[in-house]
């Protein structure tokens, strides 16, 4: 019986092309609203097997969530290979120029849970499948080149300290509270990533304009078994950006999915993200000459040192069909490593080759989940491992061992081991003597304060002062007594200036200088590490917000929309209203966006195109006023029609030259940020 009462809902007929709806067992399926009942008000039956199927696949759709960087975007896409590595590396992907290696990419932050905000102050997980004809290789980096800990024996610490507390289950996604502070104030080894984590780079304007990097030093192996140490770098095509705190704060509230989105629409325009892959080689030799350990995930090698050699570029063009099926059951594993690549001794390395086999059985349920579309290899694959939960194969014959003597009876011998299969790189390892078993750390491991000092040196004043402020903020939310002097008494060792800016900032006394186990020397400000030195004047992938209402003029409209356009950018069109808004020719636009819905942290840069009435009309606008004022506090180029003067001015602009018409010299100003302006806007540490 359908329906009752008249309120069946109507499904929309199916088309002759449409598949029939089915069950799981492929029964075809008559009726997808109504349960079975006993009578029309009767209670449901147990014989409704079309409910219960249902029911129960939904109850089970979710799949535990990873520990660390549940929260991810991801992409497929493509390497393509700049030219013959052979001198260097027998690895199959790196040996014809030109040549494309499929990708799948996916970005992550670190500390929140998979529904939580795309931007909060925390590094960025950047993991690259490559689908090699020998194999998949997972290079499952992040955006920042250095780590918190030296030794895997430090992780389930350092993830339990900084996720959400363990009575309250808060903070979640921020390392601004009680129990990350206290183990990181007790970690000097933590002192070089903070810096980073404390700095710009926790704040990507977008996952398109970060850079990523292995981190850890590993080997490439050529045809005659010559070791090579290197370190991947990923460098994006569009330069790097970040945004300010408070813009990141307010894009929080603007936009939870701001960065996944971003990189959907990105790909859904054409407009094909883009990095280079490089690498910094170096041998023993020059190993041995470094006043750091190469083996030491704290520690990073200057680019002015060793410069990056650029070898071919990824290029992610294509979003995934299901975010679960691709997204979320993706397993990546540093140990998927291909011949002509390896491991080095780097301790931090070495755990994490066990830990996420270890965690895709757990998430995924199964020693098979190798057989996932998204996990499976590209190329052929066989072996005599058989059976387990969800086999999706069905392997013939009885050749489940090896040695086998089955292929001279007539049946298939299965596979066999071959010269060019993958085989560690034998050579004395990485500058330690090998043999008695210990739990030590090497000495030159100890040296915690060279390079945070050297990251500090190299940043710009106002990047020092971002990150002097961040350390204010995060220590401002510790309520346990003794953790902020702890904090700043160790970052003394990095910067004294530092310090004293951080205790001025939380209002404490300059506290005692703690100790450092190894003394820093003074190494070379690297310029490599600066965002702003780094950043591209560009309005490639950045994105214009125009504000217009009743009466604004549509030929100026129009003009910035072409200019942006012809400069790489994207307009989005703001108004009070999403539909019918009369312009002065008594044309009608539609909006890209409602205001109140579409503040003006989503933009690079903004244009408020407003006649006289519509200005007066939205000087009443809290929402208009507050588009203008962020923009301005976010250090971003403002274009405006004369008109809309007395917006800004209650806003609280103050001409620079950010602040311009709409005639091409906006065009120039919205490519930049105005760090210049910030004293002017906001206080810093
Ligand atoms: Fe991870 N890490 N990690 N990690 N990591 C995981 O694996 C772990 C480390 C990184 O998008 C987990 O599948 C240990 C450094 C990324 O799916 C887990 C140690 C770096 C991703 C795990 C580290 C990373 C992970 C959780 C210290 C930068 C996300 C879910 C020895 C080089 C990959 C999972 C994705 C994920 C363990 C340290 C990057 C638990 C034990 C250093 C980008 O296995």
């Known amino acids: 019986m359908h329906g009752n009462g008249g309120e069946t809902h109507q499904q929309t007929a199916g088309g002759p092309k449409d598949p029939r709806l089915t069950t799981d067992q492929g029964i075809p399926i008559s009726d997808?609203?109504?349960?079975?009942?006993?009578?029309?008000?009767?209670?449901?039956?147990?014989?409704?097997?079309?409910?219960?199927?249902?029911?129960?696949?939904?109850?089970?759709?979710?799949?535990?969530?990873?520990?660390?960087?549940?929260?991810?975007?991801?992409?497929?896409?493509?390497?393509?290979?700049?030219?013959?590595?052979?001198?260097?590396?027998?690895?199959?992907?790196?040996?014809?120029?030109?040549?494309?290696?499929?990708?799948?990419?996916?970005?992550?932050?670190?500390?929140?849970?998979?529904?939580?905000?795309?931007?909060?102050?925390?590094?960025?997980?950047?993991?690259?499948?490559?689908?090699?004809?020998?194999?998949?290789?997972?290079?499952?980096?992040?955006?920042?080149?250095?780590?918190?800990?030296?030794?895997?024996?430090?992780?389930?610490?350092?993830?339990?300290?900084?996720?959400?507390?363990?009575?309250?289950?808060?903070?979640?996604?921020?390392?601004?509270?009680?129990?990350?502070w206290d183990w990181a104030s007790l970690?000097?080894?933590?002192?070089?990533?903070?810096?980073?984590?404390?700095?710009?780079?926790?704040?990507?304007?977008?996952?398109r304009m970060m850079e990523g990097f292995g981190v850890h030093t590993f080997k490439l192996v050529n045809e005659k078994g010559k070791e090579t140490f290197v370190k991947f770098h990923w460098k994006p095509k569009l330069g790097l950006q970040s945004t300010v705190w408070d813009e990141t704060l307010k894009l929080q509230a603007a936009d939870n999915d701001y960065h996944r989105r971003d990189l959907r629409e990105a790909i859904d325009a054409g407009k094909f993200p883009e990095w280079e892959l490089g690498i910094q080689t170096f041998?023993?030799?020059?190993?041995?000459?470094?006043?750091?350990?190469?083996?030491?995930?704290?520690?990073?090698?200057?680019?002015?040192?060793?410069?990056?050699?650029?070898?071919?570029?990824?290029?992610?063009?294509?979003?995934?069909?299901?975010?679960?099926?691709?997204?979320?059951?993706?397993?990546?594993?540093?140990?998927?490593?291909?011949?002509?690549?390896?491991?080095?001794?780097?301790?931090?390395?070495?755990?994490?080759?066990?830990?996420?086999?270890?965690?895709?059985?757990?998430?995924?349920?199964?020693?098979?989940?190798?057989?996932?579309?998204?996990?499976?290899?590209k190329c052929p694959m066989a072996n005599f491992q058989r059976d387990g939960q969800m086999q999706m194969g069905v392997p013939k014959g009885r050749a489940n061992y090896?040695?086998?003597?089955?292929?001279?009876?007539?049946?298939?011998?299965?596979?066999?081991?071959?010269?060019?299969?993958?085989a560690t790189a034998p050579g004395r390892s990485d500058r330690d003597e090998q043999g008695?078993?210990?739990?030590?750390?090497?000495?030159?491991?100890?040296?915690?304060?060279?390079?945070?000092?050297?990251?500090?040196?190299?940043?710009?004043?106002?990047?020092?002062?971002?990150?002097?402020?961040?350390?204010?903020?995060?220590?401002?939310?510790?309520?346990?007594n003794d953790v902020q002097?702890?904090?700043?008494?160790?970052?003394?060792?990095v910067d004294e200036g530092l310090a004293k800016r951080i205790a001025d900032g939380l209002g404490i006394a300059l506290p005692a200088k703690l100790r450092a186990a190894k003394e820093p020397i003074e190494m070379k400000p690297s310029p490599a590490l600066s965002i702003q030195k780094n950043m591209l004047a560009t309005l490639k992938g950045r994105k214009v917000g125009v504000l217009f209402a009743e009466g604004s003029n549509g030929g100026d409209i129009d003009r910035v929309i072409?200019?942006?356009?012809?400069?790489?950018?994207?307009?989005?069109?703001?108004?009070?209203?999403?539909?019918?808004?009369?312009?002065?020719?008594?044309k009608e636009l539609k909006a890209d966006g409602q205001l109140a819905a579409s503040p003006s942290q989503l933009f690079d840069a903004v244009v408020v195109i407003l006649s006289a009435k519509g200005t007066q009309?939205?000087?009443?606008?809290?929402?208009?006023?507050?588009?203008?004022?962020?923009?301005?506090?976010?250090?971003?180029?403002?274009?405006?029609?004369?008109?809309?003067?007395?917006?800004?001015?209650?806003a609280g602009v103050v001409p620079d030259e950010g602040v311009t018409g709409l005639s091409a010299v906006f065009v120039e100003a919205a490519a930049k940020r105005f760090y210049a302006r910030e004293p002017s806007v906001r206080t810093l540490a």
């Open 32 to 180: 997808n609203q109504n349960s079975l009942k006993s009578g029309t008000r009767g209670p449901t039956l147990l014989e409704d097997f079309v409910l219960r199927e249902k029911i129960f696949h939904f109850d089970h759709e979710r799949i535990p969530e990873r520990i660390v960087h549940a929260r991810g975007s991801a992409a497929h896409g493509f390497f393509e290979l700049y030219e013959s590595l052979s001198s260097l590396t027998r690895a199959d992907l790196f040996q014809r120029k030109g040549e494309r290696t499929p990708v799948f990419v996916r970005f992550s932050t670190v500390a929140g849970g998979a529904g939580s905000v795309d931007t909060p102050r925390d590094v960025r997980g950047f993991a690259v499948k490559f689908y090699t004809k020998t194999g998949n290789w997972d290079l499952v980096g992040n955006n920042i080149p250095v780590f918190f800990i030296q030794d895997a024996m430090k992780f389930p610490d350092l993830v339990h300290a900084v996720k959400m507390e363990a009575d309250s289950g808060f903070p979640q996604a921020a390392s601004a509270h009680d129990t990350f």
């Open 436 to 480: 008695d078993k210990l739990r030590v750390r090497p000495e030159l491991f100890a040296d915690h304060y060279s390079q945070a000092r050297m990251f500090w040196k190299s940043l710009t004043d106002n990047e020092q002062a971002h990150v002097a402020s961040a350390f204010v903020f995060e220590l401002a939310k510790v309520n346990l």
């Open 187 to 207: 970690m000097p080894e933590s002192t070089h990533m903070l810096m980073w984590a404390m700095s710009d780079r926790t704040l990507p304007r977008s996952l």
């Open 283 to 377: 041998d023993q030799a020059f190993a041995d000459k470094q006043p750091y350990d190469v083996l030491d995930a704290t520690k990073l090698i200057p680019e002015e040192q060793i410069p990056v050699r650029r070898i071919g570029r990824l290029v992610l063009d294509r979003n995934p069909d299901n975010h679960f099926a691709e997204n979320e059951q993706v397993a990546f594993c540093p140990a998927n490593i291909v011949p002509g690549i390896d491991f080095s001794n780097d301790p931090l390395l070495q755990g994490r080759l066990f830990s996420y086999l270890d965690t895709q059985k757990s998430r995924l349920g199964t020693a098979n989940f190798h057989q996932l579309p998204i996990n499976a290899p």
């Open 485 to 493: 002097a702890r904090m700043v008494g160790r970052l003394r060792n």
């Open 402 to 422: 090896e040695p086998n003597s089955l292929a001279s009876h007539g049946e298939e011998g299965g596979p066999r081991e071959s010269a060019l299969g993958f």
């Open 562 to 586: 072409k200019q942006v356009e012809k400069a790489g950018g994207t307009v989005f069109l703001v108004a009070p209203k999403l539909h019918g808004t009369k312009l002065e020719n008594g």
């Open 617 to 650: 009309m939205l000087l009443k606008e809290g929402a208009a006023v507050q588009f203008v004022m962020d923009a301005f506090g976010h250090l971003k180029a403002i274009g405006h029609s004369d008109s809309a003067r007395p917006l800004l001015d209650k």
